[in-house]
């Protein structure tokens, strides 16, 4: 069994608060907006997914590791996040299967880590004073030196990182033969959305984010839907020009996390910058159409604003979360439409929303149903 041998790290905030740690990982430096995730789970799945793109990410559980890794638990095909600070790294793997410990997982994708830093007083403390950027070094220790790298690092305020996740080719998955076409746009899609619709019945083309409308359209889908994906979307703007089209064209559509505020901005709709994001396996959303709750996997640092739904008639909200009554879904009036700010694919869990996977598969065959009728 063996263990690793302590090398020091550092932690950098943008305010220049210092933590200190040992490396875990790759050796080497790396930057990112930090941002912490509460899931006591799951943390493969959580590091693979492309959301997180250019971010360093804070295990909040005590232990990670311990399981290890395996090639099945997967959203993307590399780790997306940019670093890892957790309390405790476990080196080495404690399952049985086809797995590898998470020290050489981190080594293969070339990321770099930071363990033994006391996590629940930085989470305090960012959670006090909202998201910034940070840098994580282990193989500079220098903490001047890492702040004049750290200010030259872009804020995630306006940025836009779909286009270093998403597909550069279309592609299919499903059976061929299926009578509901599904066009999922892909802005960062995670694999466990697209087993999800094939799991009930769609034959599913990925198109990449630059898509034209004409190429979505010509393929004659049944439905749309907007993937999750990293970044600032209210500087999507050609993104948003297509889903403004493709829901004039009256096909049922279902956005996901970034695909739902894209499809707010496209109704003109506003989003905002939170002072922390929602990251976590156990976000309560209460859904205002049925009245039940539902706990519910999230990861975003944006919001659609509410003030501006107020404002728009044609917008109605479904669903909000329930520790800060932000707007967690929404739906468009007399349109086949809908989209919530959460995960329902969520892997490896909780599935209390994979029902709305059902409801988006109904819009699909009722919309049939009445052109057929037509």
Not at 244 to 265: A, D, M, R, S, W
Not at 324 to 349: C, L, M, R, W
Request: with cysteine; proline share 4%; hydrophobic share 35%.
């Amino acid at each position: 069994m063996k263990y690793l041998t302590p090398k020091p790290a550092v932690l950098v905030l943008q305010d220049g608060t210092v933590f200190n740690g040992n490396a875990c990982g790759a050796i080497g430096t790396a930057t990112g907006e930090i941002a912490f995730n509460t899931g006591m789970t799951g943390y493969q799945e959580i590091f693979t997914d492309p959301s997180y793109y250019g971010q360093v990410c804070i295990m909040t559980p005590s232990h990670i590791g311990n399981y290890g890794a395996h090639p099945d638990e997967v959203e993307s095909e590399s780790i997306k996040i940019s670093a890892l600070v957790c309390k405790n790294f476990s080196s080495f793997a404690s399952r049985y299967g086809n797995i590898e410990s998470l020290q050489k997982y981190f080594e293969r994708d070339n990321k770099v880590g930071i363990s033994n830093v006391d996590t629940r007083a930085l989470v305090r403390y960012i959670r006090q004073k909202g998201a910034m950027n940070c840098i994580i070094s282990s193989d500079n220790l220098d903490v001047e030196d890492l702040k004049k790298q750290l200010s030259k690092v872009p804020s995630m305020d306006g940025l836009e990182l779909s286009s270093k996740v998403c597909t550069r080719d279309a592609y299919f998955a499903g059976d061929e033969t299926s009578s509901q076409k599904v066009a999922l746009i892909d802005f960062g899609v995670k694999k466990n959305i697209i087993r999800c619709l094939v799991e009930r019945g769609a034959y599913v083309k990925v198109f990449p984010m630059d898509a034209s409308l004409e190429d979505i359209i010509n393929w004659e889908p049944d439905g749309i839907l907007l993937s999750n994906g990293p970044g600032d979307p209210s500087v999507m703007e050609s993104s948003i020009n297509l889903v403004k089209k493709l829901v004039e064209t009256n096909i049922p559509i279902f956005g996901i996390c970034l695909g739902h505020q894209i499809l707010g901005l496209s109704q003109g709709l506003k989003t905002v910058k939170m002072h922390n994001g929602h990251r976590g396996v156990n976000h309560p959303i209460k859904n205002l159409v049925t009245g039940k709750c539902e706990v519910t996997s999230q990861n975003h640092g944006f919001v659609i604003s509410a003030d501006s739904i107020n404002s728009n008639k044609n917008i109605a909200v479904t669903h909000v979360h329930l520790n800060d009554q932000t707007v967690a879904g929404i739906s468009i009036k007399n349109k086949k439409v809908f989209s919530v700010q959460y995960h329902p694919e969520a892997s490896p869990g909780p599935h209390d929303s994979r029902y709305l996977f059902d409801e988006f598969m109904a819009n699909i065959k009722e919309a049939k149903q009445n052109l057929i009728q037509a």
